[in-house]
């Protein structure tokens, strides 16, 4: 049986001294160890599998060592499942434990859940929703720090940090790819409005034609809904009937699920995708976007990279020295990513 990695071991791995590798796993290394060097310590104790003893840190710290994670729909969503494991993963890298407490959407049980995680004696806690939201920030997150996840403080004066992905931008580039593909007359099933991330990818679309001197046809936007259905019936209202040189060449999707209706309106009607009719998603939704046939080109929310830098934004602030200015900023915002696959090509010539 292998032996456990001791912090000798980390040390010599990153190059530094042992006492570095105990003050950056115990949180004091800010102001005492470079930058470049507290990176190397923690990769190297990420591939060593090294984590410094808990109960001898929270003794010597009177920290616990534990972040407490509350979500909206952890048991039945991939996406806080996503958050959650980005943020896991730098916890664990930097000799945290995290704790996930799911409410099942009921607001009503935010404040319990979070006094419970308290009384854990965590040292910080995130929350996480399953949608871009606005939420009521529990009074008991404000007694230790704490950060957002996918969503953001409903108060007009924003109390924590919250970390998102950029929708505007999203919504720009998704469209940008069509245009440079040929397509002018793009429709945009917007999802609705009861998401605040609707009009930000529709405020994306617009933008993307606007860079492009050219105007968006606001009677291609149409909100839909977010399900397969709204996607199968919205695009038989955009295609059915219609002739070739009359019909759009191109359809966003605000979701990957309205894509797949998509698809099946175009099959249902005999149009050839993406020949006659390229589809584009949002979301990168595992196991629906990549077995679509034709696979689905979409935008992916950046669902692991939000956990990672909310998460990272959290321990800094837990490490961050006594006295020291606390940070003014109160937004991150993640970049999603165009994943490229079959379902877009040329606009085709009329």
């Keep these: 049986m292998n032996r456990k990695a001791t912090a000798l071991d980390v040390a010599k791995r990153a190059g530094v001294s042992r006492s570095a590798v105990s003050l950056v796993l115990n949180g004091r290394g800010d102001g005492n160890v470079a930058k470049d060097s507290q990176d190397r310590i923690r990769q190297a104790a990420q591939e060593l599998n090294y984590s410094p003893n808990a109960i001898a840190l929270s003794l010597r710290n009177q920290r616990s060592r534990v972040i407490g994670i509350l979500s909206d729909e952890v048991v039945v969503s991939p996406f806080d499942g996503n958050i959650i494991g980005g943020a896991d993963d730098v916890a664990r890298s930097r000799g945290f434990v995290t704790v996930v407490m799911d409410t ?12 419970t995680l308290l009384d854990r004696q965590v040292d910080g806690l995130m929350y996480v929703t399953v949608g871009l939201k606005p939420i009521e920030v529990p009074q008991g997150m404000l007694r230790v720090p704490s950060v957002l996840a996918n969503c953001y403080d409903a108060h007009p004066e924003p109390q924590l940090h919250h970390v998102i992905p950029d929708e505007v931008t999203g919504g720009r580039e998704a469209t940008e790819h069509l245009l440079q593909l040929g397509h002018t007359d793009i429709a945009l099933l917007a999802g609705s409005l009861d998401s605040p991330a609707a009009p930000l990818r529709v405020q994306g679309y617009r933008d993307a034609f606007a ?8 009677g291609r936007i149409h909100m839909a809904g977010w399900d397969i259905d709204a996607g199968f019936h919205g695009a038989m209202k955009l295609l059915d009937g219609v002739s070739p040189a009359d019909r759009t060449t191109a359809i966003m999707c605000a ?3 309205l894509a797949v209706g998509v698809a099946l309106a175009a099959a249902r009607l005999g149009l050839n995708v993406p020949a006659d009719l390229s589809i584009m998603g949002y979301d990168d939704e595992t196991r629906i976007a990549d077995t679509m046939v034709p696979a689905l080109t979409t935008m992916a929310l950046p669902l692991r990279e939000v956990g990672r830098a909310a998460m990272t934004t959290l321990l800094d602030a837990l490490e961050r020295t006594e006295g020291a200015a606390e940070e003014t900023t109160k937004e991150t915002m993640v970049p999603c990513r165009l994943v490229l696959r079959e379902s877009t090509g040329p606009a085709p010539t009329r």
């Design 104 to 115: 099942e959407s009921d607001t009503a049980r935010d404040a319990s859940a979070i006094e």
């Design 211 to 218: 860079t492009a001197g050219l105007a968006a046809n606001e």
């Design 255 to 257: 979701n990957d699920r």
